[in-house]
């Protein structure tokens, strides 16, 4: 099933639903990385664990750490991504932290087969191309 709820601390206001992938696809991965035409800063990590999808911004709140690479442990019922840098830990479902730090997480759900992540920008499982210079 899909998580998320808009009541939580942590989640994106505003923003539309983006089309990411058949869910049948995107469940065969623990964490897929969601690019951004904004940049590395506003990518996104869609997690697959215990039969649920979560999605939080894929920079740690702490250094930029890449948490796709992190590992995923459940602690007391809670699932938490820890950040391959620094150890840090953020909970998969509200974005908090042992720590002061919050990681934004984001709304998704599953409709007919297919995941949707709120976000405010599309986002894409390829990279976005580089906008040439002027």
């Not at 899909?2 to 623990?30: F, M, Q």
């Not at 697959?48 to 602690?75: N, Q, T, W």
């Not at 405010?120 to 499982?125: I, K, P, Q, V």
């Amino acid at each position: 099933m899909a998580s998320g709820s808009g009541d939580d601390e942590g989640n994106a206001e505003g923003g539309s639903w983006r089309l990411v992938g058949p869910a049948a696809e995107l469940s065969s991965k623990r964490c897929r990385l969601m690019y951004s035409p904004l940049g590395r800063g506003s990518d996104v990590c869609l997690f697959y664990v215990k039969g649920e999808f979560f999605a939080m911004d894929a920079r740690c709140a702490h250094s930029g750490g890449p948490l796709c690479d992190g590992d995923i442990e459940e602690a007391d019922g809670v699932l938490k991504v820890f950040c391959p840098w620094h150890d840090y830990d953020f909970e998969l479902r509200t974005g908090k932290s042992g720590t002061s730090l919050q990681q934004k997480v984001y709304e998704v759900k599953l409709e007919d087969g297919n995941v949707y992540v709120k976000h405010t920008t599309r986002l894409s499982l390829q990279p976005f191309p580089a906008d040439p210079k002027s």
